[in-house]
Every structure is written in C-alpha cells, then in structure tokens.
C-alpha cells in the first residue's frame, strides 16, 4: 500500500470521529513511532526520555530530566512569540537546534522567528519513555487504504463523482442551490485578493530489497540534507509487510507551491492573513456557497478535526434548512 500524497496515519481524540470513520473502512491499529537523525545519530521522536538521555549522554529518570531541560530552557520567554521562542522555552537551545531549528526551515523556507509558535505545539515533549507520535488515544490506518475509504463515503445512491473537471469549467452557481467548496477559497475567488501561500511537498520514489530503514518515518533535522523525512511505505502497513521481498521508500521534500501544485500546508504569516481576512469578508458578502475544510478555510488541520467540523456543519445544515434559514458562509470562527 502506497500512501500516494504522503504518509497519513488517521489518530483522534474524539470517540465519536473515530466511530464515525470507521464506518466506511476497517481500521487496524497502528501506532507512529519516528526516528531521527541529528548530526550522525540516530534519536526517537517526540523528544522523550530516551532522546533526552541519549542526546546528552545521560541516564536520567523522569523528574532529574524534567529538571534538566528547565534548566536549559529559557525562562526569560513568558509568552513565546514564534516558534523559536516557544521551542527555546520548552525544551532549550541544543535540543531546538538538533530537532527544530534546520527540520523547520527545510520544512517551512522560513527561519522559525517568522513562525507561529502553534506549529511546534503539534509535538509534545514527554519525560517517560513513551514515544508515540500522537497523543491520541485512537489511531490507526485504513486496512484497504485511503482510496477505498473515500470510496466508501462517497458510495451513497443520491451522490454524482464528476472526475477530472476544473471547478471554473461547471457552471456550480447555476446548476445547483448551493455550494460546499473544499479548494482553495484564494481560488474560488479566481484570487482576486491575491495568492494565498502554501507549502508543497515532492515526492522522490525509490525502490530496495528487503528493509530499506527499519521502520515507517525517519526525519532527518539537519539542515545540509536537502529531504525532510525518508518514509517507507510497507512498514504502515505491517500487517502485510511480510509478504513483500521489495520496498518502496519516498525522500519527501518541501518547496513554496506555484500555480498548479498540490496545496499541502497554508503558511499563515502576517501576508497571508491580512489576505485570508479579506477573502474572508468576501465570502460573507457571497450567497450560496460555504466553504470547508484545510484548503477552504486556510488552517492546517488534521484528518479527525476536518471530519469534526463536518459533521458539525451538517447538523447545522440541517438545522438551517429546517427554518428555511440561508446557510452561512463558514461553520467555524476564523476571526
Ligand atoms: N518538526 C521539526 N522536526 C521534526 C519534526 C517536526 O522541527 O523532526 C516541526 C516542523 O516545523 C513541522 C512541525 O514540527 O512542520 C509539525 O510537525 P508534524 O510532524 O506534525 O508535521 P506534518 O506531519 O503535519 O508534516
């Protein structure tokens, strides 16, 4: 099984979002352990107790740590501005050095002065040898994969799939009452207010015998690596792994999108939310369509919240058709 626009393994902390997937799919469990590799040697990530000792060549149990890192923190930041700042109150300036500071400039093209402090706040940081991933209590990944799930959901009798036709080519505004757009709401507007910034990520195959790595995800932090993360793609789904004499691995890199890219990460820095809030007010001012979702909202959300938000809007979908109420343009506060 090959995850064609990169690795995504499905984790939540909402029961009823797992519930609900898991309608469309059986799901085996599957946990994401990641390595990296940080001038020469190999760590575990999230940076937990091992990285910790391993990284400063100790033998600290979970309070002597905790102790450790504060020292090494900076206490001067209260309330960290950018991710920088964020990263050197937490953990300090080694630490942010080997794991953060070159990963997120390959990652974002930007130095982490300039990036929101919520994106370091993805990760956690645990004194116990606990290395999963995700914090989640739910996870796992599509036993046929992502393709048969989708199919699944879109498998009910009243619903029409039109492949392969540009949005601009339909004539949506006079062929139906209403619009759900999940694209680029910069390009809806035929980006009117200008081209909102994303990140995209290329994809470079190849193929070895046997284990490539030893594992699904390796990061590699260093700024002189030009890739980001190697994934191999068997070791998602170890439940038919063995099976396989061959491997399929992806370097992954990162690079600002241009005009006809797959829009992977907004970027969100000051530029881009100036524009996000004008073409917000746009879409206020704009009958007959609400926009969703990663792309139609601009925010970097993960699997579990985009379905969240939509199963929200639906209620409230319905709701508003009950009272013959107009549907709004968003379901969320992007204020
Ligand atoms: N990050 C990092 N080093 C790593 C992994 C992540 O600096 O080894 C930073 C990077 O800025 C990244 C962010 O943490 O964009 C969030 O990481 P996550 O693994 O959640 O990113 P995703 O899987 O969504 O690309």
């Known amino acids: 099984m090959i995850h064609r626009y990169g690795p995504h393994i499905f984790h939540t902390a909402h029961e009823h979002v797992w519930n609900y997937i898991q309608t469309f799919g059986r799901f085996r469990p599957y946990v994401n352990r990641v390595k990296a590799i940080s001038n020469g040697r190999v760590y575990t990530l999230p940076v937990n107790l091992l990285t910790i000792n391993q990284f400063f060549g100790k033998t600290m149990g979970p309070l002597e740590a905790r102790r450790f890192i504060a020292e ?17 109150s937490m953990i300090g300036r080694d630490l942010y050095q080997a794991f953060f500071r070159g990963y ?7 130095d982490p002065r300039q990036l929101p402090a919520s ?13 999963n991933y995700f914090s989640h209590p739910y996870q796992g990944i599509p036993e046929d994969g992502y393709t048969a799930l989708i199919e ?3 498998d009910i009798p009243k619903l029409t799939v039109q492949l392969n036709v540009r949005f601009e080519e339909l004539n949506a505004d006079r062929d139906f009452d209403h619009i759900f757009y999940t694209g680029p709401i910069d390009r809806y ?3 009117a207010h200008g081209r909102l910034g994303y990140r995209t990520l290329d994809f470079e195959r190849f193929d070895d015998e046997g284990d490539h790595q030893g594992t699904a995800v390796i990061n590699y932090c260093d700024e002189d690596v030009p890739y980001t993360r190697i994934s191999e793609h068997k070791h ?52 007959g369509v609400s926009f969703l ?3 139609g909202t601009y925010r970097y959300l993960d699997m579990d919240v ?17 009272e013959d109420a107009p549907l709004p343009a968003f379901f969320v506060d992007l204020d």
């Open 293 to 295: 979702g990663r792309l």
């Open 152 to 154: 699944n959901i879109l």
């Open 104 to 110: 997120t400039r390959k990652q974002w093209g930007l």
């Open 236 to 287: 998602f789904a170890p439940w038919e792994a063995d099976s396989f004499k061959k491997t399929v691995c992806f370097r992954e890199y990162s690079r600002l999108s241009a005009p006809g890219d797959t829009p992977y990460y907004p970027i969100r820095l000051a530029t881009e939310t100036r524009m996000l809030k004008d073409y917000v007010a746009l879409a206020r001012q704009t009958t």
């Open 72 to 88: 090494r923190a900076d206490r001067t930041i209260t309330q960290p501005a950018n991710f920088e700042e964020q990263a050197l």
């Open 189 to 191: 507007f035929g980006f």
């Open 119 to 131: 994106i370091l706040k993805r990760l956690p940081v645990r004194f116990n040898y606990d290395d």
């Open 306 to 322: 985009t379905i969240a938000e939509a199963l929200v809007a639906c209620n409230r979908i319905d709701e508003l058709l009950a």
